[in-house]
């Protein structure tokens, strides 16, 4: 067991080794370097002199990339090009911001899936089941920069009850944030928990057509008794690794929703230091997306081992 | 004793086809459970047995619903009760064993959770004699270990095992009736003998009545005071249980006792014509007049009731039922000889033949080979003649069909050779082999579900073999598959059907069918009949037959069941582990002396006679791996002499009629041991 974990610790390292690699040599192979690229057409004579030296570029490039790679392990990003200061002080907020946009949906958007799912399924084709699912679907549907802007237009513009933009500083306190989030949370969950119910529907559907539920019902478990014990802990293992990739999406900020909403998170970012040719910016942002990824499918897979007796023993014994 | 506690009365139970006509897949069935009796339903799958037993509990299945008649429970109807009413009676009163106890049991829930879960609905007991109680039932049942054993998983359980645990859980609530429903199908027969006894020895000591559901004859003679036939939904035979199986009255019952192959008689059995009609296509008149060689013009339009005789305590529904009264006398002997044509020259050779299942080590992968010092088979050494129909016989993990895998190139040799026709080397790896060799060796599987494409027609699936071995088109190719078609008697006009359209026995004709197509010397066959009811394994096992006579195609045939083996075979090879402990000549291996592995597979097989009950001579364990050295079967061994079994590899000892047996007990002392 201690060794599958270190394995798989292991194997997730090397990912982020490869992902920094290619970042790395992407952003090399590009006709420039960063300073060519950011200054443009300014590229040339004290600027062009000043920003090689300031971003170490008159150095070989496995010596920058060793140099990197040991300052990111220690944490330090280097300097971003645009804002001309540590990426750290870019990042931190932007983490914080999409850290609570991703915390908030998940909280309200995962168990109210589950809860979906499961009324769906053991009232499959009955009313509840019908109404639901034809909301999940059509939610599914609709592409996201649709259901946002639709948001905007209807509770923002026809209703006025919030903020259609959200107007914050990207360093906005907690509570700040919470009041404006609001419209956003929705736009992002309704697709995500669109999705995750589905899942969770199909999953307890099959569980309750198996051979053990058919034979608690005739041992006489009583309905609920048995729709707790013996069928939801096996409908919902495959479904944390759903929850685990959904949540790293969040995290990894979601694109379109924080662009419709003017929302300050990664997602925001990615886009913005694209447009803005910030290369040290890019490369940092595909580390740490690269990092939740790698983390969150670990600790999933995880889970799914501790959880599942099958897989428990088979590690035990072997 | 005759107090009946349960009854089931004019029950029909249907369902709404999609061109929303009614259909009833249970007819007016009526019977009664008598209190500590057994009773055993018997019938070909889709007949309905499972329907009704579940229905006795007050269960219908998703989509079914009862159309009228009742279940009657001491008195009261178990399909009018509330779901509250009836988990107060199911587990309690009325308990149930299901087909597959690994599926029936929760996964994630410990078996002691899974018996305990019983007790605290259906019993007043406290915690501390809660727990008493679950070592006590794991004991009666007959589980190693039992206080260990209730922190375990279902999973971690060997089947019979879990089978074990869905008993015990069943005798928690102290049930007065005990369902079954194919509680040993699936089970290795030395298992599945063990579990039969273990019911044999609850029914007795509690009292219980059973109803033990099967489609297995030789299962429901070991267990059944009476015996209920169902066919397409009706009870067509309900009887003491002697009386149905030594002499039946209805022709069905005749038909379907002579089509099981026996032990005790060497060749084919009879097989029925056609097969069980399908709910909805049943019209007026016999549902069995398509298939029954007693019918007359009577029995097309009228169909019969169920009539009671009353001096065989019978109740039959068959017009013409006297006339079979005086045939039964030769319901042992019309069994049809086969010839044993094989010639002297050998065309398949395997020689020390090793396959392991190991992972390849890195340094290993790089030299190509590989290093596994207890491989899952080893030392194989047969020679199968031209014409000759070899049996593997063994049970489940004893690499039968890894050793056809092997010959048929699919998987890698260790070690050892393959040789083909005029002893040329076949090389272990299928890209290798050239285009004529993969013709002639031609492989049948054991579910033709899995082996026929559900999207092509049988007409596209006979034509892809003769199209890739024969390049054959047009009128040619048609007249082939037509040809073929009648080999394993299918009419033209199957050639447009698709495999769902086909019942199981004729998509296994089909499977048969393409393998002949490429015209092979030798057909690999694993556990073709398995999956088939026994009417329709006859049938399989006769075409087989016939073609192998008409042809002189050479089988090597895999089976776990020796009376199926005993029927078809000219040789059998026995295994354990992975070696061989046994081949010869299929007459000699049926008598004894016999290697001890044999003899416990002998002593366990199931006979649809109540008068012939198994021998069980060694435990039901189940071995994960071959040991390491010394003899593979030391593990179970009922007459192991010492340590010289768990050191040397046994010699061969070739007795006088050439049967060979690997045993470090000489071989008539084995013959004088097993008198
Ligand atoms: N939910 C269902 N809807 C429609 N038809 C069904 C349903 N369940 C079973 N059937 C049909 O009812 C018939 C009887 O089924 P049942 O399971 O009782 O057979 P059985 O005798 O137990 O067979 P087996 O030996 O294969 O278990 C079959 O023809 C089957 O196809
Ligand atoms: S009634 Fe006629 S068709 Fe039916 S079983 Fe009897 S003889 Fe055969
Ligand atoms: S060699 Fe020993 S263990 Fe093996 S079968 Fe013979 S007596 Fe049994
Ligand atoms: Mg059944």
Not at chain 2, 52 to 63: D, S, V
Request: with cysteine.
């Amino acid at each position: 067991m201690l060794l599958l974990i270190l394995k798989r610790i292991g194997l997730g390292l090397i990912t982020l080794f490869i992902v920094s690699l290619i970042t790395f040599v992407g952003v090399e192979v590009l006709p420039g370097d960063a300073c060519t690229t950011y200054l443009e057409r300014e590229a040339y004579g004290a600027a062009l002199d000043a920003c090689i030296k300031r971003l170490g570029l008159d150095v070989p490039a496995y010596e920058r990339y060793l140099d990197w790679a040991s300052n990111v392990m220690r944490g330090d990003f280097g300097y971003s090009l645009s804002g001309e200061m540590p990426i750290n002080e870019v990042l931190g907020p932007r983490v914080k911001n999409s850290l609570v946009l991703a915390s908030v949906s998940i909280l309200i958007g995962i168990p109210l899936a589950i809860v979906l799912g499961i009324i769906t399924a053991l009232w499959r084709d009955k009313l509840p089941d019908i109404m639901i699912s034809t909301i999940t679907i059509f939610s599914m549907t609709i592409p996201e920069f649709i259901s946002a802007t639709l948001l905007i237009l209807i509770v923002a513009i026809w209703l006025g009850w919030l903020p259609g933009i959200v107007i914050i500083p990207s360093d906005a306190t907690f509570y700040e944030l919470l009041s404006n989030i609001i419209l956003p949370v929705v736009a992002i969950s309704m697709i995500m928990t669109a999705h995750m119910a589905r899942m969770v529907r199909s999953s307890v559907i099959q569980v309750m057509a198996s051979d053990y539920v058919q034979m608690a019902i005739l041992k006489g478990v009583p309905y609920w008794k048995m729709v707790f014990r013996h069928v939801l802990p096996n409908a919902l293992l495959p479904a944390i690794n759903v929850v685990a990739l959904t949540i790293a999406w969040l995290l990894g900020g979601v694109v379109v929703t924080e662009v419709v909403f003017n929302y300050p998170g990664l997602g925001r970012l990615v886009i913005e230091s694209i447009s803005n040719r910030d290369l040290p910016v890019v490369q940092a942002l595909a580390i740490i997306l690269a990092s939740i990824y790698v983390g969150i499918n670990l600790i999933a897979d995880l889970m799914t081992l501790m959880l599942n007796p099958r897989l428990k023993s088979l590690q035990i014994r072997k | 004793m005759n107090e009946i506690i349960e009854s089931v009365k004019n029950l029909s139970i249907g369902f709404n086809s999609q061109k929303g006509k009614q259909i009833s897949i249970l007819r007016n069935v009526s019977t009664n459970i008598k209190k500590g009796e057994t009773v055993g339903i018997v019938g070909e799958s889709g007949s309905g047995k499972s329907t009704l037993a579940l229905a006795m509990m007050g269960y219908i299945k998703q989509g079914l619903f009862p159309l009228k008649g009742e279940c009657l429970f001491k008195s009261e109807d178990l399909l009018k009760m509330s779901s509250r009413q009836l988990e107060k009676i199911r587990g309690r009163k009325i308990a149930m064993i299901p087909q597959n106890a690994g599926q029936a049991l929760t996964p994630n829930l410990k078996i002691g959770y899974q018996i305990d879960e019983a007790l605290r609905l259906h019993t007043d007991l406290n915690k501390t004699e809660r727990d008493k109680k679950i070592s006590e039932l794991l004991n009666k049942v007959r589980l190693p270990s039992p206080e260990t054993m209730a922190f375990r998983y279902p999973h971690e359980l060997s089947g019979g095992q879990q089978q074990r645990v869905a008993v015990a859980m069943a005798l928690a609530g102290k049930p007065d009736l005990l369902l079954l429903d194919e509680p040993t199908t699936g089970l290795d027969v030395t298992t599945q003998a063990h579990v039969l006894e273990l019911l044999r020895f609850i029914a007795k000591d509690t009292g219980t009545s059973m109803i033990y559901v099967s489609h297995d004859l030789g299962a429901i003679a070991q267990v059944s005071d009476r015996i209920v036939v169902m066919y397409a939904g009706e009870i067509v035979l309900e009887g003491p249980a002697r009386k149905i199986l030594k002499e039946p009255i209805h022709p069905y019952t005749y038909g379907l006792l002579k089509s099981i192959p026996k032990l005790s008689l060497a060749g084919l059995p009879a097989s029925m014509p056609g097969s069980q009609p399908q709910p909805g296509s049943i019209n007026e008149g016999c549902s069995f007049y398509d298939r029954c060689n007693l019918a007359t013009d009577h029995c097309k339009k009228n169909s019969p009731d169920l009539e009671h005789i009353k001096e065989l305590d019978t109740n039959v529904r068959c017009f013409n039922h006297k006339e079979l009264i005086n045939q039964n006398n030769n319901l042992q002997t019309s069994i049809t000889k086969k010839s044993n044509n094989s010639e002297a020259i050998e065309v398949l050779k395997l020689k020390d033949v090793s396959i392991s299942y190991a992972k390849q080590k890195f340094f290993d992968q790089l030299l190509n080979k590989i290093s596994d010092q207890n491989p899952t088979v080893k030392d194989i050494n047969i020679d199968i003649k031209k014409g000759e129909t070899i049996a593997l016989v063994g049970e489940s993990g004893s690499g039968k069909s890894t050793i056809l895998k092997s010959i048929a190139g699919l998987l890698k040799t260790k070690d050892g050779q393959i040789k083909f026709e005029n002893d040329r080397l076949l090389s272990s790896d299928l890209k290798m082999r050239n285009p004529n060799d993969l013709r002639a060796i031609q492989l049948i599987f054991q579910n033709p579900d899995e082996s026929l494409n559900p999207n092509h027609t049988v007409e596209q699936i006979l034509s892809q073999p003769l199209k890739l071995y024969f390049n054959l088109s047009g009128e040619e190719l048609k007249k082939n598959i037509i040809d073929l078609l009648k080999k394993v008697r299918l009419g033209e006009f199957y050639m447009s059907r698709y495999p769902r359209q086909l019942s199981g026995g004729e998509k296994q004709r089909v499977a048969v069918a393409r393998a002949f197509a490429a015209k092979p010397d030798i057909i690999l066959c694993d556990e073709v009949t398995s999956a088939l009811d026994v009417s329709v394994q006859a049938a399989v096992l006769n075409i087989l037959q016939q073609l192998k006579e008409d042809l002189g195609t050479t089988y090597v045939f895999v089976s776990h069941d020796l009376a199926v083996v005993r029927a078809i075979s000219d040789r059998v090879a026995v295994l354990y582990q992975g070696r061989l402990c046994e081949i010869g000549p299929s007459q000699n291996v049926y008598k004894f002396p016999s290697h001890p592995y044999t003899e416990v597979l002998l002593g366990a097989v199931l006979e649809p006679d109540p008068d012939i009950k198994p021998k069980l001579v060694a435990e039901d364990i189940v071995e994960e791996k071959p040991p390491e050295k010394g003899c593979s079967f030391q593990g179970r061994c009922p007459r192991k002499i010492g340590d010289i079994c768990n050191l040397e590899v046994p010699p061969w000892q070739i007795g006088e009629n050439g049967n060979a047996i690997r045993c470090h007990i000489n071989i008539d002392e084995l013959a004088s041991l097993q008198q």
